[in-house]
Protein backbone atom coordinates (compact mmCIF):
# COMPACT_ATOMS: atom_id res chain seq x y z
CA UNK A 1 0.00 0.00 0.00
CA UNK A 2 1.67 3.54 -1.24
CA UNK A 3 1.22 6.28 1.28
CA UNK A 4 3.48 8.38 0.11
CA UNK A 5 3.84 10.39 -2.82
CA UNK A 6 6.72 11.66 -4.42
CA UNK A 7 6.63 14.18 -7.31
CA UNK A 8 8.80 16.93 -9.15
CA UNK A 9 11.82 15.82 -9.76
CA UNK A 10 13.79 16.06 -12.90
CA UNK A 11 16.46 17.76 -14.91
CA UNK A 12 17.59 21.81 -14.46
CA UNK A 13 20.29 23.85 -15.34
CA UNK A 14 22.73 25.69 -12.43
CA UNK A 15 20.83 28.53 -10.89
CA UNK A 16 17.76 26.86 -11.41
CA UNK A 17 14.85 26.27 -9.58
CA UNK A 18 12.40 22.92 -8.78
CA UNK A 19 9.65 22.08 -6.18
CA UNK A 20 9.24 18.53 -4.87
CA UNK A 21 5.96 17.47 -3.27
CA UNK A 22 5.23 15.14 -1.26
CA UNK A 23 1.21 13.66 -0.59
CA UNK A 24 0.92 11.36 2.04
CA UNK A 25 -2.51 9.79 3.80
CA UNK A 26 -3.97 11.22 6.32
CA UNK A 27 -2.94 9.52 9.39
CA UNK A 28 0.79 9.76 7.96
CA UNK A 29 0.44 13.20 7.61
CA UNK A 30 -0.67 13.95 11.13
CA UNK A 31 3.03 12.45 12.92
CA UNK A 32 4.88 14.63 13.86
CA UNK A 33 7.61 15.23 11.93
CA UNK A 34 8.35 14.93 7.95
CA UNK A 35 11.53 15.75 5.79
CA UNK A 36 13.35 15.22 2.92
CA UNK A 37 16.17 12.71 2.38
CA UNK A 38 18.72 12.94 -0.43
CA UNK A 39 21.28 10.31 -1.51
CA UNK A 40 23.99 10.87 -4.15
CA UNK A 41 25.78 7.84 -5.84
CA UNK A 42 28.32 6.76 -3.74
CA UNK A 43 27.41 8.77 -0.69
CA UNK A 44 25.58 8.51 1.72
CA UNK A 45 21.88 9.27 2.59
CA UNK A 46 21.86 12.62 4.18
CA UNK A 47 19.12 14.68 5.91
CA UNK A 48 18.37 17.55 3.73
CA UNK A 49 15.38 19.64 5.50
CA UNK A 50 12.96 18.74 8.28
CA UNK A 51 9.52 20.26 9.75
CA UNK A 52 7.46 19.67 12.51
CA UNK A 53 3.70 19.32 12.84
CA UNK A 54 3.85 22.88 14.16
CA UNK A 55 5.59 24.04 11.78
CA UNK A 56 9.21 24.22 12.72
CA UNK A 57 12.34 23.90 10.23
CA UNK A 58 15.60 22.67 10.21
CA UNK A 59 18.26 22.63 6.96
CA UNK A 60 21.51 21.25 6.80
CA UNK A 61 24.18 23.80 6.43
CA UNK A 62 24.50 22.94 2.13
CA UNK A 63 20.99 24.11 1.52
CA UNK A 64 20.14 26.75 3.85
CA UNK A 65 19.19 29.94 2.51
CA UNK A 66 18.41 28.00 -0.90
CA UNK A 67 15.66 25.37 0.16
CA UNK A 68 12.73 25.99 1.58
CA UNK A 69 10.64 22.87 3.00
CA UNK A 70 6.69 23.37 4.04
CA UNK A 71 3.77 21.77 4.74
CA UNK A 72 -0.22 21.86 3.77
CA UNK A 73 -1.85 19.94 6.59
CA UNK A 74 -5.19 20.71 4.71
CA UNK A 75 -3.83 18.68 1.59
CA UNK A 76 -1.78 16.42 3.36
CA UNK A 77 1.15 17.15 1.34
CA UNK A 78 5.04 18.11 2.08
CA UNK A 79 6.81 20.42 -0.48
CA UNK A 80 10.69 21.32 -0.90
CA UNK A 81 10.84 24.49 -2.52
CA UNK A 82 14.60 24.42 -4.05
CA UNK A 83 16.09 27.37 -5.32
CA UNK A 84 19.82 28.28 -6.96
CA UNK A 85 20.16 24.80 -7.44
CA UNK A 86 24.13 23.42 -8.00
CA UNK A 87 25.57 20.69 -9.56
CA UNK A 88 26.39 19.25 -5.75
CA UNK A 89 22.15 18.79 -5.27
CA UNK A 90 22.40 16.35 -7.85
CA UNK A 91 20.82 13.34 -6.06
CA UNK A 92 17.58 10.93 -5.35
CA UNK A 93 14.95 12.75 -3.16
CA UNK A 94 12.89 10.80 -0.46
CA UNK A 95 10.33 12.16 1.86
CA UNK A 96 9.94 10.71 4.97
CA UNK A 97 7.31 10.60 7.74
CA UNK A 98 7.82 9.50 11.58
CA UNK A 99 12.16 10.89 11.81
CA UNK A 100 13.48 11.52 15.12
CA UNK A 101 15.70 14.39 15.03
CA UNK A 102 18.08 17.00 17.05
CA UNK A 103 18.60 19.83 14.76
CA UNK A 104 19.32 17.74 11.38
CA UNK A 105 21.01 15.24 13.07
CA UNK A 106 18.82 12.36 12.16
CA UNK A 107 18.56 10.09 15.57
CA UNK A 108 16.27 7.44 13.79
CA UNK A 109 14.55 7.57 10.35
CA UNK A 110 10.81 7.61 10.36
CA UNK A 111 9.03 4.15 8.92
CA UNK A 112 7.14 5.49 5.57
CA UNK A 113 9.42 6.50 2.74
CA UNK A 114 8.42 7.67 -0.47
CA UNK A 115 9.54 6.05 -3.77
CA UNK A 116 11.87 9.00 -4.54
CA UNK A 117 12.40 11.10 -7.29
CA UNK A 118 15.71 12.39 -8.68
CA UNK A 119 16.77 15.58 -9.12
CA UNK A 120 19.72 16.42 -12.04
CA UNK A 121 21.45 20.15 -11.77
CA UNK A 122 23.86 20.72 -14.98
CA UNK A 123 26.32 22.55 -15.10
Known amino acids: QVQLVESGGGLVQAGGSLRLSCAAS????????MGWYRQAPGKERELVAVISSGGRTNYADSVKGRFTISRDNAKNTMYLQMNSLKPEDTAVYYC?????????????????WGQGTQVTVSS
Open 96 to 112: NAGLVVLGTRTISEGAY
Open 26 to 33: RIIFSINN
